[in-house]
Structures are given as C-alpha cells and as structure tokens.
C-alpha cells in the first residue's frame, strides 16, 4: 500500500502565488515595454516592481520544492531518466534548428548531446 503525504495547504498557496510572480517576471522582461532609466514614471516602477517579483517567486519554489524533496530517497534511475529525457529534447530541437539550415560545429553538436554538463 502506498503512503500519502498530507497536503499542507499553506505551502500549496505560496507555490501558487510563487508561480504567479513567475508569470509576472516574464510579461515584465519579454513584453517589450522599455523605458528610459533618466526618468521615474509609474509605468516603470510598476515594470520593474514585476521583475524583482518574479526573482522572489523563483526563490520560493525553489525553497518549498527543496522542503518536500529533502526527506525523499536519491535513485539513481530518476536521475537517468531525466538526463535521458533532457538529452533527447536538446537533439531534437537541434535537428530542428538544423533541418531550418543553422550551421553548427562539432563543439556545439557534443554540447546538444550532453547539454548538462554543459549548462544547455
């Protein structure tokens, strides 16, 4: 019989909010709003009040992930799983980028194949 784990809804809801300033990070830094740091308007304030949000809400998944997976056992095959899994994303989307005529060297073609040890 497999145990469960109780369910703390307190953490649940700061992951979410987390996950919202996530959010919140990318509209702010791929939106294309850009103003001039001479001057202090709301709209800007408001942008980057967006941006420091989403480097909290990294922190705080990062810390509430890190709370519930310390007490779980390391194995070995999970961890194969998803340097496989990793992997075989990376070669795919370097066929497709080679398939739309990117050049790529053999450096770039090893880092492809093993984009963990490379920080891909």
């Not at 145990?3 to 909010?17: A, P, V």
């Not at 370097?94 to 093993?114: C, H, P």
């Given at each position: ?9 307190n ?34 304030v ?44 990376a ?30």
């Amino acid at each position: 019989m497999k145990k469960t784990m109780e369910r703390l809804s307190n953490f649940e809801i700061l992951r979410i909010i987390s996950m919202l300033l996530i959010i919140c990070h990318h509209f702010a830094l791929y939106s294309g709003f850009r103003y001039p740091s001479s001057t202090i308007t709301m709209n800007s304030v408001f942008i980057q009040f967006l941006s420091y949000g989403g480097q909290l809400g990294v922190n705080l998944f990062v810390l509430i992930s890190g709370y519930f997976l310390v007490k779980n056992e390391f194995k070995v095959k999970k961890a194969v799983k998803l340097w496989m899994d990793i992997s075989i994303y990376a070669i795919i989307i370097m066929l497709i980028f080679a398939i739309a005529g990117t050049d790529f060297n053999f450096f770039e073609v090893v880092k492809n194949i093993f984009p963990i040890p490379y920080n891909m």
